[in-house]
Every structure is written in C-alpha cells, then in structure tokens.
C-alpha cells in the first residue's frame, strides 16, 4: 500500500473538563474535537478515561462494549471532521472483564485500532495516593501502532508511559509520533508528567503528546491536567494549564529527520551488546 508523505501536519489535543455525566462528557468532547479541525488539525486527541469519572469506582458503572455509544460517538465524530481520532480512553467491558481502552478512527470513521492499556496504575505513595488499577481492570497484551499519510503513530494510556522499552519498540518499528492518553495526579504529575514525556521524546527521537483531563478539584481522583506536546529534542513546544482547552502543535518531520541525522543515536546503538524486542504475538 503506498503511504502518502507530508512533512508536516497539525495535531489538537483535547483537554476535557470530565463530569459524571456520560452524555455531556460525549458532546462536549465532539464540540471541541470540531473546533480543533477547525482550527486544521488532521490528528486529535482526548484524554483518559474521557467519557467516565476515573476511579475504580466508575470503571463498571460506565463500561461499555466496543462498538458502544461512546465509539459510535467517536467514529461519527471523526467521519464528520475528516480526522485522525484517538480518543483517549473509556472503560471497555468484553467477556465478563473490563479494560482501559484507547480506540482509534480514521476520517473515514473506521475504526483502526483498540489499545488496552499493557501496564495497570497500582501504586501506593505513602501519606499521598493509594490506587490499585488491578482491583477491577484486566491489562492489555498487545502494542498497537497505526499508520496515518503524515506518520505512523504509538498508542499508550497513561501508566504505560512510565515503561521506556514500550517507546524503544515504537520507535524502532517507525513510530514519529507517541501518544499518550494519561490522568496522573496531584502527587505524581507535579513531579513525572513533563519530564517522563520529554524522557520518552529525547531518547527516541520523536513527537511525544499526552491528553489530560481537566483538573477537577471536587472529583474524588484530582487530575494534574497540563496536556502537552514534546518535540524529538526534548522541548515541550505546547502545554495546557489545568482547566478545560485545546492545545495545538505542527509537527514537523523534517525537524525530526534533522534531528536522528545530526545526533544518530539509532545508528550508533551497540545492538551486539543489548536489545529491546517484543515478543511474538505483542503486536497489533
């Protein structure tokens, strides 16, 4: 299949302000995903859990099927835009357990790719956050990268972004640009959120952008917000504060090509000392 190039396209992301209403959560994440193409963005993306409170809680309560009303929804919205979507994530119900899942939807409003998130959020910050994904949500056993005209794309949420070998193997399978759908907190994101994402851009080269919900401060789990976008030198080139916005950023393969050029980390990576694979049947 012959993949048309453009050097560089523009990319939104959709920071929601996410409330306890299903229905409002899914129009005001169509109403923003139109005034970001727009605005000319080929490519949106929102943010974890977009469609649902997060927490252990909500999970069941707002779990859905895939093809469901929220994916429905996302393809309907991505046909009437001409976009790329990827939108961020909903709780996934299928065979008696339930999942973390990204969908991803052509302009055509085809659906492209179901990621479930690989790595679950358990964690326990003493005097801070407890939480335990694991209590109700079954992790993914699959990487899952699509194609667009502009690049190719690697899809994670959230915890996944803390595992560098995930963005080692997206890269090295062609990936420019990472994408993360996240939710870290007001423990964890003052101090990770930006620098796990310029880490992950810096080491591999490439585009990194990260779609937070809104903080909520009367919601029971607080999101950090501060969306951004990271470029393959590390800089972050377009960031959110904590409320409701869309955020843009061109990106640029050229700048990118430029970069592997100049400093040629890819070339120069001592493979008959160490390596980063995935293992047969890990990728979608």
């Not at 790595?119 to 899952?144: A, W, Y």
């Not at 990268?145 to 959230?158: A, D, L, N, R, W």
Request: proline letters at 6%.
């Amino acid at each position: 299949i012959a993949v048309l190039c453009f050097p560089e396209f523009r990319l939104a992301v959709v920071q929601l302000h996410v409330t306890s209403v299903k229905a409002d959560n899914l129009s005001r994440a169509r109403g923003l995903v139109k005034e970001a193409a727009g605005r000319g963005s080929q490519l949106v993306l929102l943010p974890e859990c977009f469609n649902s409170p997060y927490g252990t809680g909500f999970f069941s309560q707002y779990a859905e099927r895939i093809p469901g009303e929220s994916t429905q929804l996302l393809s309907e919205t991505a046909k009437e835009n001409q976009v790329y979507l990827v939108g961020g994530s909903i709780p996934e119900e299928d065979g008696g357990k339930l999942y973390n899942s990204c969908t991803v939807f052509g302009p055509d409003g085809e659906l492209i790719l179901k990621h479930r998130k690989i790595h679950l959020f358990d964690i326990d910050v003493p005097g801070k956050i407890r939480f335990q994904e694991s209590e109700t949500l079954t992790p993914g056993d699959r990487l899952s990268t699509f194609q667009t005209p502009f690049c190719k794309v690697g899809v994670g949420i959230c915890y996944d972004m803390r595992f560098a070998e995930l963005a080692q193997l997206y890269s090295r399978s062609g990936c420019q640009l990472l994408v993360y759908p996240g939710a870290f907190n007001m423990t964890t994101g003052p101090a990770h959120w930006e620098l796990l994402q310029r880490a992950r851009a810096l080491d591999n080269q490439l585009y990194v952008a990260t779609a937070s919900p809104a903080r909520d401060e009367a919601s029971s789990y607080v999101a950090w917000g501060h969306s951004s976008v990271v470029n393959p030198w590390g800089e972050v080139i377009s960031k959110a504060g904590p409320e409701e916005a869309v955020i843009y950023a061109d990106v640029d393969l050229q700048y990118l090509a430029d970069i592997r050029q100049q400093i040629p980390v890819t070339a120069q990576r001592r493979d008959d000392l160490y390596a980063v694979t995935s293992l047969p049947g890990a990728a979608s």
